[in-house]
């Protein structure tokens, strides 16, 4: 419904604030879900959590066009959001198939190609189908408004996509390299494991929070520009819905590559600095893309507008790249939990953006939220991981096992997401 915000506004008539309520719902539904699905995943995989999201977000997006009323909206929408919590099961998945070295390649290209279909969204319903629609209704002579019923017609063709590819999830995917877990756990290949233990262990470690603030400065700065940029775009400069959504594909097509660049320059910071490198490189993206979004909201005609959209969209979605090539690291056993931990942030800071959109003209909104962002870059600089160094920090050492009493082990991590104790050998 995004790229039809303008179009719905105008049809049931409805003020800034009951628009941005929505927007609020939307992004807020699934801070708790994805908390969920990250620990879901750990449990019993990603596949059949992936395929659960889908349905539940799918189904919903076909009726959008009942809706007739603010708090319909407001409804539909905090529904349709829990869409989101398919971004961690598809992290956990990457991260699960891949090794922690390329693990910021591979989750920023899977979530960067996730996040384009978002871009691609907005051109497809807001330049495609609202404007087939509306020339349909037209010819047809209908006496109610073309514009209301190509609206409330658009929603149900991505809402049949996104319900119907939960089937080839479900037939055709596996939940790790060693096959489904469910198949695993009835072979005893898989231990069961302790849902409070996993959220407490991934809790306690203050790399978690340091993480989640930061995401929800870049993710969360992506689902609000998402919402509010067809929006702006209309207001500050008289475009039509049609011009809007094309304009606003603009910030949302840079994930064709930007999340992908993100995370393989993390890979090769780390590479060739450790884990130093990727904490400079994450205070790089975070630094520029704040700056940028300033920029933005500064301009003061289109083309400079579209210039600085594009420029501080591909820091936000390098930041997104830059912070999930570091989650791996942050507990490799509890994979899930910790993404869908640090992924709820993002949508808590969406939330935050969202109500200072609700309240602020749009420029001074988008202004607040670049400083606010460039302030948070501080935050790379206290992410310290055991075993590994910080940005100022040296090598955060594991306890050392020869001052304990009990037999030392280390917990490894199988690419499955297990924790198997494996016994040091005593001096």
């Known amino acids: 419904a995004t790229p039809l915000l303008s179009e719905i506004q105008t049809s049931l008539n409805l003020s800034k ?5 929505s927007s609020i719902c939307s992004v807020a539904g699934a801070v708790v879900t994805r908390c969920l699905a990250g620990l879901f995943c750990d449990i019993y995989g990603a596949r059949l959590i992936s395929a659960a999201v889908l349905i539940i977000c799918g189904i919903p997006t076909m009726f959008t066009g009942l809706v007739n009323t603010a708090a319909g909206l407001s409804a539909l929408r905090l529904i349709t959001g829990i869409g989101g919590s398919a971004f961690v099961t598809c992290q956990y998945w990457t991260s699960t198939m891949f090794t922690r070295e390329v693990s910021g390649t591979a989750n920023a ?13 907005q051109l497809f319903v807001g330049t495609m189908l609202f404007p087939m629609f509306k020339l349909i209704y ?66 306690l470690d203050h790399n978690t929070w340091l993480l989640v603030l930061m995401y ?5 700065v992506e689902i609000t520009t998402t919402n509010a940029a067809a929006l702006y775009f209309t207001e500050e400069f008289k475009l039509s819905t049609e011009s809007a959504a094309a304009v606003a594909f603009t910030f949302g097509g840079m994930n064709l590559f ?14 060739y600095w450790g884990m130093r490198g990727r904490l400079i490189w994450q205070l790089v993206c975070f630094a520029l893309e704040g700056a940028f979004i300033m920029v933005f909201s500064k301009a003061k005609s289109l083309a400079g507008s579209i210039t600085a959209l594009m420029a501080f969209s591909i820091f936000v979605q390098g930041a997104e790249g830059s912070t999930f090539g570091i989650v791996p690291y942050l507990n490799p056993g509890l994979t899930g939990t910790v ?33 606010s962002t460039t302030c948070i870059s501080i935050l790379s600089s ?46």
């Open 339 to 371: 993404a869908g931990i640090i992924g709820a942030g993002g949508n808590a800071g969406a939330v935050v953006f969202s109500i200072m959109f609700q309240q602020l003209p749009y420029r001074d909104a988008f202004f607040w939220m670049g400083a």
């Open 138 to 203: 037209s010819k047809a002579g209908t006496q109610q408004d073309p514009a209301t019923l190509a609206w409330r017609s658009c929603c149900i063709i991505p809402g049949l996509l996104c319900a119907g590819f939960s089937y080839f999830v479900i037939r055709y995917s596996d939940d790790s390299p060693k096959g489904n877990y469910h198949k695993r756990k009835k072979l005893g290949l898989m231990r069961k494991h302790s849902a409070w233990q996993h959220i407490k262990s991934a809790l």
């Open 17 to 21: 604030e009951e628009i941005w309520t």
């Open 258 to 271: 930007a999340r992908g660049l993100g995370g393989f320059l993390s890979d090769v910071s780390n590479a």
């Open 382 to 427: 206290l992410v310290w991981i055991k075993g590994y160094e910080g940005l100022f920090f040296k090598r955060r050492v594991l306890p050392n096992p020869q001052t304990s009493d009990k037999p030392a082990t280390l917990q490894a991590a199988t690419k499955d997401g297990n924790i198997e104790p494996v016994k040091l050998p005593t001096p």
């Open 109 to 121: 290209l899977a979530a960067g190609w996730g996040n384009l279909g978002g871009g691609i969204a």
């Open 216 to 220: 929800g400065c870049c993710f969360g």
